[in-house]
């Protein structure tokens, strides 16, 4: 029965506990503090996490250099956090608002980890205090369809094996987004190669983005609207 099973998510170990009971499971409303950014500073300092739930136009203009980005609005926002976020350690979430930041970590209540979020930092304040950030290009499918018979960048496609066998760019590369945090370095790819990332919408292209950019890849860019948008355009995919 445990033969051939599928890759587990980085969460897993904390279901089975709550499941087990030895970790306790939040039933009341769970909170969300506020953090200043020297608040914020030091417990990254102590290596927490940060959790960007943010679109990902907003998170290629601007994001906390290092952070991770999970979209809120995504219907399976929980669910990919858990494979995203290591399995332990404290958590700080970036939010658009202070409503949506308890949207998130209520979300986050239902696969238990909302107890590791240590509050929330505004971006905005972070940004304004002058301190790290990055940037995450985006790219077109037209744009990206003329840079591709140039020659200039390569692809990975980061959506599920299913997605992948009912087309795909020719030349690109595939791995799932869940498995990146684990198995990037499988990929043939140089940390200063120019890659184009894709999915069905760009929104887990820009989760796989944020992954890559804190594993040193230094040229990135997330194709927005996906797969969707490259067939739209009636650009070619092999099946």
């Known amino acids: 029965m445990n033969a051939n099973q599928p890759p587990r998510p980085a969460n897993m ?10 970790r306790p499971l939040t039933l009341d409303e769970p909170s969300c ?16 996490l940060l959790l960007d739930t943010r679109s990902p136009e907003a998170f290629g203009a601007g994001h906390i250099t290092g952070a991770l980005n999970v979209q809120l609005s995504s219907s399976e926002f929980e669910q990919r956090a858990g494979w995203m976020l290591p399995d332990e350690g404290g958590v700080v979430i970036v939010a658009e608002t202070r409503e949506a930041a308890r949207q998130a970590i209520r979300k986050l209540a239902f696969v238990g980890l909302d107890q590791r979020i240590r509050g929330q930092v505004e971006w905005g304040a972070w940004k304004d205090a002058g301190l790290p950030t990055g940037t995450l290009g985006q790219i077109t499918v037209d744009e990206l369809s003329a840079a591709l018979a140039r020659g200039e960048l390569k692809v990975l496609d980061v959506r599920e094996v299913s997605e992948w066998r009912g087309g795909h760019l020719a030349s690109a590369l595939h791995m799932n987004f869940k498995h ?60």
């Open 13 to 22: 170990r904390n279901i089975v506990a709550i499941n087990q009971g030895l």
């Open 33 to 48: 503090a506020t953090l200043s950014t020297e608040e914020a500073q030091n417990l990254l300092s102590e290596d927490h």
């Open 180 to 239: 990146l945090p684990q198995r990037f370095g499988e990929l043939p790819l140089g940390r200063e190669d120019r890659v184009a990332v894709i999915c069905a919408t760009g929104m887990r292209s820009s989760t796989a983005c944020s992954v890559l950019l804190r594993c040193g890849f230094r040229s990135l860019l997330n194709v927005t609207g996906g797969m969707a948008a490259w067939k739209k355009a009636g650009h070619s995919a092999t099946p």
